[in-house]
């Protein structure tokens, strides 16, 4: 498996080429290692193909080349159950269950262990239950676990979000922009609370965003996508002091 700085890689791509219509590429050979228990961060202009980017790695998306491993399992062409036992995905919009409550919210990450009928009534198994509301303790809201999602804050409706995707047990979550419409105070806490699951877990993240301070204090390794190419890897002291548009030159 390949390293980066003399760690072990949790996730890798190998010469990811895609179009939505040939030839119009809007990935061009893309390789990416990510290393393990760490946070990545992807940079680049709007419209580069970040989010592309980040729905080739979660299997959403098949590349027309190229190949993407999670601890050495090739998870192209993949089943979306095998997928979602390595990778976890945050998406700009969360997906929560509006009249669910946030620790209802949260199980649906165990459904790929526990998809059975009683499981389709609400009746986890109690370790479940328990794992949840630890989840939601990880996060900071565990006082919030029977409130329902809709009354929720945005910064704790992404931290439920957070939640639902740790118990789900992956290796690698992805996370696209999913702190952007926060101010930076609540963006920062919910990040450290991230590093926190980083560490805890040993789960390795892999986001985009663009907010250069955001970057800065908690990118353990930053790339940047311009026009669908990796050009160059960032590392985080090369960011320090430089103002959002200096990155993209």
């Known amino acids: 498996m390949n390293r980066s700085d003399g760690q ?5 791509a190998e010469g990811l080429w895609f179009a939505y219509r040939e030839p119009d590429w809007v990935l061009k050979d893309v390789c990416l290692s990510a290393p393990q228990g760490k946070i990545t961060i992807i940079m680049g202009p709007s419209g580069t193909g970040k989010t592309t980017l980040l729905k080739i790695l979660t299997g959403i998306l098949t590349p027309a080349r190229g190949r993407v491993e999670v ?30 409550t946030a620790l209802e919210n949260v199980l649906m990450g165990a459904l790929g262990r526990c998809g059975n ?5 609400g009746l986890f198994p109690r370790i479940e239950i328990e794992k949840a509301q630890a989840a939601l303790e990880l996060m900071g809201i565990g006082h919030k676990s029977s409130e329902k999602v809709f009354r929720l804050s945005g910064g704790q409706r992404q931290r439920v979000a957070i939640a639902r995707t740790i118990l789900q047990r992956p290796r690698v979550v992805l996370a696209d922009e999913f702190v952007s419409d926060l101010d930076l105070a609540l963006a920062s806490e919910i990040l450290n609370r991230m590093r926190q699951a980083a560490e805890q877990e ?8 663009h907010e250069v301070q955001l970057v800065r204090e908690f990118g353990d390794q ?19 002091g430089q103002p959002s548009a200096d990155v993209f030159q």
Not at 117 to 121: C, E, I, N, Q, Y
Not at 202 to 209: A, K
Not at 223 to 235: A, F, I, M, N
């Open 71 to 100: 601890l050495d399992h090739a998870i192209t062409n993949q089943s979306q159950r095998t997928v979602s036992s390595l990778i976890g995905y945050i998406p700009q919009q969360l997906g929560l269950v509006r009249n669910l």
């Open 222 to 240: 930053v790339l940047l996508l311009d026009h669908g190419e990796l050009v160059r890897g960032l590392p985080r002291h090369g960011l320090q």
């Open 117 to 121: 009928g009683r499981v389709l009534l």
């Open 8 to 12: 072990e890689a949790a996730l890798r």
């Open 202 to 209: 040993q789960i390795t993240f892999v986001m985009n965003m």
